[in-house]
Nanobody, 122 residues
Framework: VQLQASGGGLVQAGVSLRLSCVTS????????MGWFRQAPGKAREFVAS????????GYTDSVKGRFTISRDNAKNAIYLQMNSLKPEDTAVYYC????????????????WGQGTLVTVSS
């Protein structure tokens, strides 16, 4: 499964940014999807997940209330709406896909995209 993430950039704290991830995978709707991120000098961490039909989502505590994950199965795409960005959100954001329930352990994820860099200045 090839995943193409986009939408990253350099922004100031407090603003919003929307990441997108698309794939040509025809069985896209059979995958649980999500986002991980890796800040400079830190381990890769789970950010958000969404079930196959979009009926359930999950977030790491630090982004709850600020980030929203969504998907459009007709477009083979997922999105991450990031509001009220903070400098600590600075990281490379990775789109991921999993054949089963998306784990929060990055070592157990099936497929990774190439990442898109988000830099939040104070």
């Amino acid at each position: 499964v090839q995943l193409q993430a986009s939408g990253g950039g350099l922004v100031q704290a407090g603003v919003s940014l929307r990441l997108s991830c698309v794939t040509s995978e025809q069985t896209f709707k059979t995958y649980e999807m999500g986002w991980f991120r890796q800040a400079p000098g830190k381990a890769r961490e789970f950010v958000a997940s969404i079930t196959r039909n979009g009926g359930a989502v999950g977030y790491t505590d630090s982004v709850k209330g600020r980030f929203t994950i969504s998907r459009d199965n007709a477009k083979n795409a997922i999105y991450l709406q990031m509001n009220s960005l903070k400098p600590e959100d600075t990281a490379v954001y990775y789109c991921v896909a999993n054949r089963r329930v998306l784990p929060r352990d990055n070592n157990l994820v099936d497929y990774w995209g190439q990442g898109t860099l988000v830099t939040v200045s104070s």
